[in-house]
């Protein structure tokens, strides 16, 4: 993957996307800013802003969406003010007003309170789409993004870290036009993702900043001031969703861990409680899909990212991506990837953040042998075959069995056959007595016939070296 030129967005140079009127001036927020609710029905809007020093008011008001004026600031200073105000979650018109010798008022459009998401991780994670997608307008509320030291409509383009505007378009839209109806909730996301980089850059380091992105714990600095200057130093958000590892199995990148999954797995656990200690939310951890020839360095690092999804207090499954094919063997650029890509977000958003278990992917419960020939792999829910893109079969590929230094890979299974949560497996030859299971390995299951969901689609968790009970 290409480096691309980090845009660093921190301070308060910010775009003047400020409405005033009667002198009355509001700093923050700005139109599609989006507070993230305290609880399931309410959250706090913060607002500040300036008056004309020659009309001081008794106190500044406010509303949102035509509610009841609450009072904001009961002692503005000579010529600012700054408050806070509880409101119900939703989105629309902020409106702010001075009262005292003459009432002076001012508005913002669409400020809302619901779920910010803070995108991390590199380039897929970004962004790198050649087809943007537009927001739909019977959506119940108008998702939004942080983007370029500026909140705007959640629409493409919306990839930050990249200067190729036909390649600027994420899973993201995609996302907000899935989740705001099916949740009923105001979003948006902040978009902290960057191209070509390492988990070292994604952790915590003493003397890391913003200003030297990329140097280690340059990016984690970065994304934390990003956030302060959206949420005007509330750092309140829902939940981190991380998608990154691709140069971690390469050379590129000099701090790179270079498929080595004992160093990935400890640095993307400390990454993970980074993200903890300073935002108290879950960080989704996506799992790469095939990122290149070497098989080992690919499973390692997708092998570390599974497991801390079980063994990280803070960690929940993001998407599982080992069988979609990339349009350039590593980016999702066109319209039907990047739309899989997008639905294995929102289906990992839904069941681990909405708790909508419906939408959580297959869990293997067991492998068994039966006969000579034969493997039984049971799931917790019924299965099918099928690929990324739709297409059915009747043998599913991916398989690679070994016995020490012996392989036997898909060529060797002949028939693959569904019975409800039951997944039959026919060779072609007689299994080992000390068989380990492998299951997505490499690019065995890229772009292929592979296990699923029967319900929704989404492919069964990776196998690394299982042994058959």
Same mark, same amino acid.
């Given at each position: 993957?290409?480096?691309? %030129? ?26 599609? !800013?989006?507070?993230?609710?305290? !609880? ?11 008056? $004309? ?71 897929? #994670? ?14 119940? =509320? ?53 191209? $070509? ?23 984690? %600095?970065?994304?934390?001031? @990003? ?24 050379? =590129?990148?000099?701090? $790179?861990?270079?498929?080595? =999954?004992?160093?990935?797995? %400890? ?39 599974? *497991?801390?999804?079980?063994? +990280?207090?803070?960690?929940?499954? &993001? ?11 590593? +980016?999702?650029?066109? %319209? ?10 929102? #289906?990992?958003?839904?069941? &681990? ?29 019924? @299965? ?11 043998? #599913? ?28 497996? *026919? ?41 058959? *009970?």
């Amino acid at each position: 993957m290409m480096k691309q %030129a980090i845009i660093v967005l921190v301070g308060m140079g910010m775009m003047n996307m400020t409405a005033w009127t009667n002198e009355l001036k509001i700093a923050y927020p700005h139109p599609y !800013t989006l507070f993230q609710r305290d !609880t399931a029905t309410s959250g706090v809007v913060k607002i500040r802003g300036t008056f $004309s020093v020659d009309k001081h008011p008794e106190k500044i008001e406010a509303r949102l969406s035509g509610g009841d004026w609450q009072i904001v600031d009961t002692r503005p200073g000579s010529n600012t003010f700054a408050g806070t105000m509880p409101v119900p979650m939703g989105q629309g018109l902020l409106e702010v007003r001075a009262v005292g010798n003459a009432v002076s008022t001012a508005s913002v459009e669409c400020v809302g309170v619901g779920d910010l998401f803070l995108i991390t991780g590199q380039s897929n #994670a970004d962004g790198r789409g050649k087809e943007w997608v537009t927001l739909d307008p019977s959506n119940p =509320y108008v998702g939004v993004k942080y983007r370029r030291n500026a909140w705007s409509k959640g629409d493409d383009p919306s990839a930050n870290d990249t200067t190729n505007i036909n390649e600027s378009a994420s899973p993201w839209p995609i996302a907000l036009n899935r989740l705001i109806p099916d949740q009923k909730v105001p979003m948006g996301f902040i978009a902290a993702a960057v191209g $070509s980089t390492v988990v070292k850059q994604w952790r915590r380091t003493e003397g890391a900043t913003a200003a030297n992105a990329w140097s280690l714990g340059g990016l984690y %600095a970065r994304a934390l001031d @990003m956030v302060k200057v959206a949420t005007d130093g509330s750092m309140k958000i829902r939940a981190v969703l991380y998608y990154q590892g691709e140069n971690d199995i390469t050379a =590129y990148n000099s701090f $790179s861990v270079l498929g080595d =999954y004992a160093a990935y797995k %400890a640095n993307l656990m400390a990454a993970i409680g980074n993200f903890w200690d300073d935002f108290k939310v879950p960080v989704l951890v996506g799992q790469i899909t095939n990122g290149g020839p070497e098989r080992d360095k690919n499973d390692n690092v997708r092998r570390a990212q599974q *497991e801390v999804w079980q063994e +990280h207090p803070h960690a929940l499954p &993001g998407a599982v991506t080992y069988d979609i094919f990339p349009t350039d063997g590593c +980016h999702y650029r066109d %319209a039907a990837n990047m739309k899989a890509y997008s639905d294995r977000w929102t #289906a990992a958003i839904l069941s &681990g953040v909405y708790g909508c278990r419906e939408m959580a992917g297959p869990a293997l419960v067991s492998i068994r042998r039966e006969g000579e020939k034969q493997l039984i792999f049971t799931y917790n829910q019924p @299965m099918a075959l099928k690929s990324w893109d739709g297409r059915t079969g009747t043998k #599913a590929d991916g398989f690679r069995f070994m016995e020490g230094d012996r392989v036997l890979t898909n060529a060797q299974v002949v028939s693959t056959k569904i019975d409800g949560q039951k997944v039959i497996v *026919e060779c072609n030859r007689n299994l080992p007595a000390n068989l380990r299971v492998n299951y997505g390995s490499g690019a065995d299951g890229q772009g292929g016939i592979t296990l699923r969901s029967a319900a929704t689609d989404l492919p069964v968790p990776m196998i690394f070296c299982r042994p058959v *009970e």
